[in-house]
Structure formats: structure tokens, C-alpha cells
């Protein structure tokens, strides 16, 4: 029977007033895919550095399925070679070690093979009675987005999914994409919400993780000088730019279906957005953040016909390039990629909000591959001085920028007066360097999304309602974008800002993309 | 040398730059220094504080014994830190100080300035020290003596909270700390942070449903410590009893201690920081508490850096918890402290005057 508290429950007489964080609760973290790249790289160290600090309950065990024959031991000893290359802390402390690798098992065997689940479930037993799991668990799908509904009705059918009250927890972790266009997300929501609880379930969103994102919502309603500030009658508008320098690096087959809208833009970049644009949440819980997240992608105005395409929407690919003093070959010349591709990797987007708030500021978005440099940044642009008593100079207008990657900080662009006689202005730039001002090295985003999941914290997981809404928007552009009679993706130079025709978006508004 | 000059040439050991005075402090030259040593760190001279942290010692050997656990706390809030070193009876009078801007992570994250004081020349100290605090922000103060006398009282007052480490002292100070409480002094105690991971998984137990109904029946605990019974073990104590109203608590003596001194590094102040792994277990360190109803025994031991935690007696069998001890440095634990930059923790009041009550009884009855 699922544990239900009882309203004459006696409240715990040692829980009240403790000042130290509850640890989370024991638990086996099931990861598919476990051989693979997300695994390696992200997972696998992420754990690590939680147990390094302490944050994981000593009751902890991770089971690893995937296809490859690793035994039990070889399966440790490969995590524990990936932990010492990627972990941001190293070497490998052999103390936490013991007792971390103690806890890894290994199933090998095929997600659509009944067979693997029967191992699954006895060695889940297994870990739960010589790590004493309580059978809590929380399954990670480091998939490909095909096999989430193979492992869904899996898991179903060998009744890994406990009920949401039962006393003993059951999570699962979806990495994105959530779909690919708005029906498939539908009807991937819909099989899930047949399996599970929407308590239950978390979409992952690394951009979320990250401490300049959450640093977002702090600087916001955490202050009381921006929020008045923050709206239609101070602000021109905002620009959201998210550039990387890679280019497809061997995942050509995954970016031809993908393309830049899929890949940045539906889940990373219109989070972005929802942080920056979004009303105060009346408590801060994921419901609370998460209702105030969907209103802001209701609000979006709608960019599905030919016409708004056009006037909003600037597609680019890139062509062979420098970049940072090397040669680049163009997309079509890049491994599993059709030489005629029309799959963009680089979009600029004129977005406009219609609500009280934001009613007539547009938020600019760009982001692409091959640009530059790699940078994340969201910058506020204030309006201009209505008179400027100072000159030229001066009349620059505030800028507030808050870099969410690299040197996460945030910055603001201001006149200051130039020492001398005479009143001569000058932009200055006052900076906040997260790593400046806390010494202390942040957490990457999988080890606090990692930790939010086991203990069930969902606000920076993204909900049912706000996957849907993101698709509606981005799926009504690759629609106008992906019949046959739309123009093909503009093409940019690698090492470029994209094609000339995002300047020119924001030129017929009379203003021009920041340097970033 | 001239007084009033930097001292070999400008640095001393760590990029410290230092200034001997006469019998009291030029900040003037303190200042002129201390934008020096941002310009050695190579520090574009803007900086990001969170606050005062004024530490006191009455030795040089304990403030060079406290530093590596001060700077630790200071990269986790970014501060000024004043150090005062008080020692009133070493002649002949002197004055000097040392400035460092300490750098970590590639920029500067701490501003340090060290006053040293002998003979008449302490009086000088807290003016010294108040010129140079940032305004606005909370000062906390790290108290390295025993917590008592006028100077403690004076130190109470400058400060939004004081920091003390009651298990580096001997256990009738607990006493007085609790008195301090009682009246309302915003103290904060390391020995106190020590002991969360036992709180949490004691609180942790009568959390799983199938215990939840045990938590109206407790009525005794007992506390074991390592060789003796220390600040730490009390304050457990004193935690349960100020939780569980009447409950019996036993404060016991257990196995001898894997090291002799009651913190890793041993010594009054706060000893040197530990690599990551756990401390060993030292004099007067909880090793076991178990508390109990009428029919259920909960157990949770140290083992290292494990904490396990039994159930026997339930109908429900036995349930086992493991929860890894993190790593117990001064430093980290300052920085757990430092969260609460004003006021107090009424929790920790309600337990050290508990604490302080069973220490009395054990006391009277031996």
C-alpha cells in the first residue's frame, strides 16, 4: 500500500530547527546507456564529484545498462578511468573511490530485450540489499531520443514504475530532445504520463544547471533595484545570444535532423528567454517557477506563416571558414551530412512578447555553430537617454549583460566621467566574475541537476506544459521553413556572426547586434 | 630599518607585505600597503566582499595555526579579513602589520591585513581594526580564546555573530557559553557544526515511514565519545534532550581516541586544514549515539569516515543507513558557520544550555 500521512501524524520532534541539508534519500540510480559518450563525460564524473563532496546518501548504488560486455569490474574500472579524465576534480581520491566504485554494477544486454530488465530487477535487488537502496530509484535515459519509448513501456511492463506515493520513489531522467517537433513531443508525453506521474518525471535541460542561469533568477527577485527597472518602459530590448565555435564534430547524422532550432533553440535558448522575461513566482517551487516559465511562451506571438518567417526569422549554414587561426570546412563538407544540405546551423530570431511587461521590446535571439567564439550571454539593453547633457559620449545606453558562459558573471555598461576638467563621458564596464568573487569552484550543471533529481526538486527540470508550448513556437517555424518553397539557409563564412541578413533583422529596427 | 617602512624589502613569506610601527598603527600606511599588494596580485582593484570576518587570537602561534582554515572560508565568502594578534604581556611594546591579497582561482578573493600588538601597545588594536572594516557589510568575528571575560563581551558586541570552536576548549567553557546564550549573544560554535551529519541522520530515521510512528515514544539517549567526553558529544546530548522534553541522557566514555587532541592538528585556535578524507577520530568526538522507545533502539556509530545507523527492535526488522562524513576541517566548517552572518541559532542555544545543565549533573554525581 502507498504510504499516506496521517494529519495527526506527530511531526518529526529532531527534524525541527536543523540548519545542515538534508541528504538525499538512499537510492540505485539505473543509467541506459551507460557505455556511452553522456555517460563518460557528464554522468559518471558528476556522481563523483557529489560523492567527493558529500552530497550523495552513503546508501547509493548505480547500475550501468547498456549493450557492451563489461563485467561488473571492468565497467568500474572504465568509470573510473573516465572520472579521472573528465572529473573538474582530480586525481581520483582513492578513499572516496573505494566506496564509490563499490556501489557500480553493470547489466550488459539490449533495451527491447525482456530479458535484460529480468537482470536488471535482480540486480537492482541485489544492490538494495548490500547498499541498503530502500528501493529508491531513479532511471536515467542516456538514450537516443528512438529508444525512450521502447525503455518506457519496459519499464512498465516489468513494473519498475511504482505509483508516485509509494513510499519507495521511482524518478526518471529524460535527456532532451523531448521530441522533435510538437506532435512527437505529444505523444511522447503522452506515453509517459501513461507510465508515470508528472511528479515523477524529469526533463533534463543542462542550460538550467548552470550557476548563471540560476544566478538569473537570484539577480531578479533577489534585489530590489532591477525589477522595477525590468520592463517596457526602461528597456529597448534584449539580445540572447548562444554561439559555439565547434562545428558538428562527427554528429552529422544527429544535426541533419536536428538542425540549430531543434538543437539550441527549442529547449537551451527559450529557457533563456523564460528566466529573462518571466513575472516574480509566487514561491520559489517548481510549480511556482515552472507556471510563470509556461506564461511567458504563451505570450511569445506565433511566428508560423510565410510572412512572419520572413520578417522574424533568419536561417544561416555555414561554409568553410578560419577559426582561431585554423581552416574549417563548410557543414555540407563535414562527415554524414548531405551535400546539399538545407539543415541550418544558425538562426537569428525576432521575438515579441505581448505581455504588460514587455509589450513592444523585442528579444533578439542568435545562435549557431562556427561563429567566433563560444559564448552565452543574455544582454538587457536600456533605452536612450531622452537628452544628453554630457555629449556624444554619453549617450550610450546601459547595457546589463549577464554571461552565462564562459567567465559566468554578469556586467553592467554605464557612463562614467573621465578625470580632468572638463565633463567628458566615457563607457565604462563594471564586472562580476563569478569566479573572481566566489573562489569557490561552482558545480557543473549535471552534478546540481543530479542532486535536484534525487531529491526530487523539479524547478530547473522543464514540465509537460513548457516542452509543448516550446515545440508550438519552434515547430511553427520548421514548418514554414521546411516545405520545399522556402529559401534555403543563408550562407556565413566559419569564424563569421552569421549570415548579413541577421544584421540586417535588427538594422530595420535601428539597432545591431552587440559585440559579443 | 626606520619605523613605519615595509619591512625585507616590501614581502614577507605568501606575497605578504609588512609595516612595523611604534607602539600604535599608521592605517594610512596600512591602506597605502594593502593597495600594493592588490597591484602584486595582479588585481584591477575592484573587489567583491560579503563581509568582516575579524578573527582574535592571543598568540602568533595560533593565528599561523588558524590561517589555512580562515583563507579556506574566505574563498567560500569572499571577505575582508582583519586578524588581530593580541599578546599584552610580551615587552617591549610593539606594532606591526602584515597586508596580502590573496589570490585563488587566478584573481584575488581575499583581503588580509594581520595586526600584531605586544605589550601596551594592544590598547591600539580595535581602533586600528575599526578603520579598516567595509562599511555596510555584516562583521562576524572568529574568536580564538577561551569565550569569557570583558574581552570576549567587547568582541560580542563589535560583532554581528561571534565564531568560536568550544570542542578546542576545555569543557567547563561550555558553561559559560551557554550563559553567553541565555542572555542572548549571537554565537556561533564549530564544535555545533560538527555534529550535523549526526542530526541529519537521526532526524533522517523518523523520517522513513515505517519508524515515522516511534517519534512520539522517545525517551532516552546516550552519546559515546572517543576517550572523554567533549564539547561535541554534550552539545548531541543537549540537541536530543532540548528536542525530546524529559528524555534521559547518558553521556559516556568509549574507545580511546585515534589521535590525542580533540581536532585534527590538535591546539587551541583552529588547527590546519586536512586533505578531503575524513578526520580520525579524536578525544572527546562522538563515535556512537543511539537513542531509544520502550521498544526501538536507533544506532548510529562512526566507523571512519562512515556513519551507519541501526534499527532493532522494530517489527519491521532492521534498517541500516550509511551516510559519508564529510570532511571535518576548521576551514569547512567555518564556512558552514559563516552562512549565518547575523543572529543566532536558536537551536544551538537550546542545546549548549542543555548541554551545559548535563554537564552540571554528571559533575555533581561523580
Redesign the interface.
Known amino acids: 500500500m502507498p504510504y499516506v500521512p496521517e494529519h495527526d501524524e506527530v511531526p518529526n520532534p529532531l527534524r525541527s530547527g536543523l540548519r545542515a541539508e538534508s541528504p538525499p534519500d538512499p537510492c540505485a540510480i539505473v543509467v541506459f546507456g551507460a557505455s556511452g559518450d553522456l555517460a563518460h563525460r557528464k554522468l559518471l564524473p558528476a556522481l563523483y564529484n557529489l560523492a567527493l563532496g558529500a552530497h550523495l546518501p552513503a546508501a547509493f548504488g548505480i547500475v550501468g545498462v547498456s549493450k557492451s560486455p563489461y563485467t561488473h569490474q571492468e565497467y568500474a574500472d572504465s568509470m573510473r578511468e573516465a572520472v579521472g579524465k573528465f572529473s573538474r576534480n582530480k586525481p581520483v581520491d582513492p578513499e572516496v573511490w573505494r566506496d564509490f566504485g563499490a556501489g557500480l554494477r553493470y547489466v550488459p544486454g539490449s533495451l527491447d530485450d525482456d530479458d535484460t530488465f529480468r537482470r536488471l530487477a535482480a540486480q537492482l535487488e541485489e544492490v538494495d540489499h548490500t547498499r541498503a537502496t530502500r528501493g529508491n530509484r531513479i532511471f536515467y535515459f542516456a538514450t537516443p531520443p528512438s529508444t525512450f519509448p521502447t525503455l518506457l513501456r519496459k519499464l512498465q511492463e516489468h513494473r519498475f514504475i511504482r505509483p508516485p506515493l509509494d513510499p519507495r520513489f521511482t524518478r526518471v531522467v529524460i535527456e532532451k530532445p523531448f521530441g522533435r517537433d510538437l506532435a512527437s513531443a505529444r505523444a511522447l508525453n503522452r506515453l509517459v504520463l501513461e507510465v508515470m506521474d508528472e511528479k515523477q518525471v524529469f526533463r533534463i535541460d543542462h542550460y538550467l544547471g548552470k550557476e548563471t542561469v540560476q544566478n538569473l533568477l537570484v539577480l531578479r527577485f533577489g534585489n530590489t533595484i532591477f525589477e522595477p527597472i525590468w520592463n517596457r518602459q526602461y528597456v529597448d530590448h534584449v539580445q540572447i545570444t548562444a554561439a559555439e565555435e565547434l562545428g558538428v564534430e562527427g554528429r552529422g547524422r544527429y544535426y541533419e535532423e536536428a538542425g540549430i532550432l531543434r538543437d539550441m533553440i527549442q529547449n537551451h535558448v527559450l529557457q533563456l528567454v523564460c528566466l529573462t522575461a518571466m513575472e516574480a513566482p509566487v514561491a520559489f517551487d517548481a510549480d511556482a517557477v515552472r507556471d510563470e516559465k509556461i506564461k511567458v511562451l504563451r505570450a511569445i506571438c506565433g511566428i508560423d506563416t510565410p510572412e512572419a518567417v520572413a520578417r522574424r526569422v533568419v536561417l544561416g549554414q555555414y561554409a568553410a571558414g578560419q577559426i582561431g587561426a585554423a581552416d574549417v570546412p563548410g557543414y555540407q563538407a563535414e562527415k554524414n551530412v548531405a551535400k546539399d544540405s538545407r539543415t541550418p546551423t544558425f538562426v537569428a530570431l525576432k521575438l515579441a512578447i505581448n505581455s504588460w511587461r514587455w509589450d513592444g521590446v523585442p528579444f533578439y535571439l542568435r545562435s549557431g555553430k562556427r561563429l567566433p567564439k563560444r559564448t552565452t550571454e543574455i544582454a538587457i539593453q536600456f533605452q536612450r537617454l531622452p537628452h544628453s547633457l554630457f555629449g556624444e559620449g554619453a549617450s550610450a545606453p546601459n547595457v546589463l549583460v549577464i554571461r552565462v558562459q564562459p567567465e559566468e558573471g554578469i556586467a553592467l555598461r554605464f557612463s562614467a566621467k573621465v578625470p580632468g576638467e572638463r565633463y567628458r563621458p566615457r563607457t565604462v564596464s563594471m564586472d562580476f566574475r563569478y569566479g573572481t568573487a566566489f573562489a569557490a569552484a561552482s558545480p557543473e550543471a549535471y552534478e546540481r541537476l543530479l542532486l535536484d533529481a534525487l531529491k526530487g526538486d523539479q524547478t530547473l527540470f522543464t514540465r509537460k506544459d513548457e516542452v509543448e508550448a516550446a515545440w508550438k513556437l519552434v515547430g511553427g517555424i520548421l514548418q514554414v521553413t521546411g516545405s520545399s518553397e522556402s529559401a534555403p539557409p543563408s550562407s556565413y563564412q566559419a569564424g563569421t556572426w552569421g549570415p548579413r541578413e541577421a544584421d540586417a533583422l535588427l538594422a530595420s529596427d535601428g539597432r545591431a547586434w552587440r559585440r559579443s | 630599518m626606520t619605523l613605519g617602512e615595509p619591512i625585507a624589502a616590501g614581502q614577507g613569506s605568501r606575497g605578504e607585505l609588512s609595516i612595523r610601527f611604534g607602539e600604535s598603527f599608521d592605517l594610512g600606511k596600512v591602506q597605502k600597503l594593502l593597495q600594493e599588494s592588490r597591484e602584486l596580485a595582479g588585481s584591477a582593484g575592484?573587489t567583491?566582499s560579503t563581509l568582516n570576518l575579524v578573527a582574535i587570537y592571543f598568540s602568533q602561534a595560533a593565528y599561523e595555526r588558524a590561517q589555512p582554515a580562515l583563507e579556506t572560508a574566505a574563498?567560500?565568502h569572499?571577505c575582508r579579513m582583519i586578524v588581530l594578534v593580541a599578546e599584552p604581556k610580551v615587552e617591549p611594546p610593539a606594532a606591526s602589520a602584515r597586508v596580502a591579497a590573496v589570490r585563488?582561482?587566478?584573481?584575488?578573493?581575499v583581503e588580509r591585513i594581520v595586526f600584531l600588538a605586544q605589550g601596551r601597545a594592544v590598547r591600539h588594536l580595535e581602533s586600528a581594526m575599526t578603520g579598516l572594516l567595509l562599511p555596510e557589510l555584516p562583521r562576524v568575528v572568529v574568536w580564538g580564546g577561551r569565550p569569557e571575560g570583558a574581552l570576549f563581551q567587547h568582541a560580542m558586541e563589535l560583532g554581528d555573530r561571534i565564531v568560536i570552536d568550544s570542542g578546542t576548549r576545555p569543557l567547563a567553557s561550555l558553561r559559560a557559553v551557554a550563559q553567553l546564550l541565555a542572555r542572548g549573544a549571537p554565537i556561533g560554535d564549530l564544535a555545533w557544526a560538527r555534529i550535523?551529519?549526526w542530526?541529519?541522520v537521526?532526524?533522517?530515521l523518523?523520517?522513513v515511514?515505517?519508524l515515522?510512528e516511534h517519534?512520539?515514544r522517545?525517551q532516552s539517549a546516550r552519546v559515546v565519545c572517543a576517550g572523554d567526553v567533549g564539547a561535541e558529544g554534550a552539545l548531541l546530548g543537549g540537541w536530543?534532550a532540548s528536542?525530546?522534553k524529559g528524555a534521559k541522557i547518558d553521556l559516556a566514555i568509549g574507545p580511546a581516541p585515534e589521535v590525542d587532541s580533540p581536532v585534527p592538528g590538535g591546539g587551541d585556535g583552529m588547527p590546519g586544514e586536512a586533505p578531503?578524507?575524513a578526520a580520525p577520530v579524536g578525544r572527546g568526538n562522538v563515535v556512537e549515539f543511539q537513542f531509544a522507545t520502550p521498544s526501538v533502539a536507533f544506532t548510529l556509530r562512526r566507523a571512519r569516515?562512515?556513519?551507519t545507523a541501526e534499527v532493532k527492535g522494530d517489527d519491521d526488522g532492521e534498517?541500516?543507513?550509511?551516510?559519508?562524513?564529510?570532511?571535518d576541517t576548521p576551514g569547512r566548517l567555518l564556512s558552514?558557520e559563516l552562512?549565518?552572518l547575523s543572529g543566532r541559532?536558536?537551536?544551538y542555544a537550546e542545546s549548549a544550555q542543555m548541554a551545559a545543565r548535563l554537564l552540571a549533573e554528571r559533575w555533581t554525581s561523580s
Do not use: C, H, W, Y
Open positions: 575592484e567583491v574563498r567560500v569572499p585563488a582561482a587566478g584573481t584575488v578573493a550535523f551529519p542530526q541529519g537521526a532526524a533522517e523518523l523520517d515511514p515505517s515515522r517519534r512520539g522517545l536530543f528536542r525530546v578531503m578524507a569516515s562512515i556513519l534498517i541500516v543507513n550509511r551516510v559519508r562524513l564529510p570532511p558552514i552562512k549565518l541559532d536558536e537551536l
